[in-house]
Nanobody, 122 residues
Framework: QVQLVESGGGSVQSGGSLRLSCVAS????????MAWFRQVPGKERERVAI???????RYADSVKGRFTISQDNVTTTLYLQMNRLKPEDTAMYYC????????????????WGQGTQVTVSS
């Protein structure tokens, strides 16, 4: 079993920054595919950023240049540094993991955190 616990969400004004953390416990693998998703009520869950086992990163176009995904393998923590936040970034943010990144559709991720709310005011 893998447990993921997010933290770091909160309320911030437009243009501000937040750093989300996701601590993984239980069985983990250095080959895991790790990702951040976000979801607004009534909309599909969106993949925000992903990092694979060799450190390759991909971002949604909407956050590219503003968000950075990273991980610390010593503490088994995934991070999402969010800068220059916009009101449209408001969402529940989820950490997710799966063995490989071959298929990165939301439904293919095996492990999920409970989410942390990010609210960006104008």
């Amino acid at each position: 079993q893998v447990q993921l616990v997010e933290s770091g969400g909160g309320s911030v004004q437009s243009g501000g920054s937040l750093r989300l953390s996701c601590v993984a416990s239980g069985y983990t693998s250095s080959r895991f595919c790790m990702a951040w998703f976000r979801q607004v009520p009534g909309k599909e869950r969106e993949r925000v950023a992903i990092i694979n086992s060799v450190g390759s990163r991909r971002y949604a176009d909407s956050v590219k240049g503003r968000f950075t995904i990273s991980q610390d393998n010593v503490t088994t923590t995934l991070y999402l540094q969010m800068n220059r936040l916009k009101p449209e970034d408001t969402a529940m943010y989820y950490c997710a993991a799966k063995p490989f990144c071959y298929d990165v559709r939301t439904s293919t991720f095996d492990y999920w955190g409970q989410g942390t709310q990010v609210t960006v005011s104008s």
